[in-house]
């Protein structure tokens, strides 16, 4: 569902060019969890917002659900859902509201809009504050209604970008929980994290980004064979050129 070759981006300044992304490829399946691992300011926000359409590659390619995140942008918005860590609610609107209008954004008719909302309502618990102002939520809260959000036209792929972020530690489960329903449910998801227990507790998979590029790809186990590591935290050190304890 996700299939991405050689991606980069480079974004040029007055005082030269800076590559964010270089060369990173790998592949996600239906009902499979791919980690995109990496510190801070390692280019795991930028490969997913080229893969969101959000920004145009400048050198490689990818499709999502089949559809070409260049020529098909519009059919890749439609298989996607996306989540950050940074809610972007309209405050002045109830979460009802946000909700019946991004279902108009895709098209949905208002029937259907309806019926996901009422079954978003009950999933993710969002009855008691549905019709309340969203600047009037709390964070996780918000968060929550984000999810219902990026999941109401019931997209195949998900994107979730430090879903987690900021948020307290019965928010984080909440959202923990949410992903692994989805990828029960067969949906493709890729999350980016530089939280280490977070990928070790959800991913079938990981793709570690360091500086831009992927250094190493695979099962945790695998990773663990490849470092000679037994933490994870060893291992993710390891992998970025890191020695323990530097």
Known sequence: MIVA??????????????TAVEDVSFTAHPGEIVGLLGPNGAG????????????????????????DIVSDPEKVRGSIGYLTGSAGLYERLTAREVLRYF??????????????????ADRLDLGEFLDRRCD?????????????????????????DEPTSGLDVLAARTV??????????????LFSTHVMSEVEALC???????????????????????????????????????????
Do not use: N, W
């Open 5 to 18: 070759e050689g991606l980069a981006k480079v974004y040029a300044g007055k005082g030269g060019s800076v």
């Open 176 to 189: 923990m929980r949410t992903i692994r329903e989805y990828r029960a449910e067969g949906k493709t998801i």
């Open 103 to 120: 279902g108009g954004l895709h098209g949905m008719e208002a029937a259907r809009i309806e019926a996901r909302i009422a079954t978003l």
């Open 204 to 246: 079938d998979r990981i793709t570690v980004v360091h500086r831009g590029r992927v250094t190493a790809s695979g099962t945790l186990d695998a990773l663990r064979t490849q470092t000679g590591a037994t933490t994870f935290e060893s291992i993710f050190l390891r992998l970025i050129g890191e020695e323990d304890g530097q």
């Open 136 to 160: 009037k939520l709390s964070t996780g809260q918000k968060q929550r209604v984000a999810i219902a959000r990026a999941v109401l036209h019931d997209p195949p792929v998900l994107f979730f």
């Open 44 to 67: 795991k926000t930028t490969t997913i917002r080229m893969l969101a359409t959000l920004a145009s590659p400048t050198r490689g390619s990818a499709t999502i659900a089949g559809h």
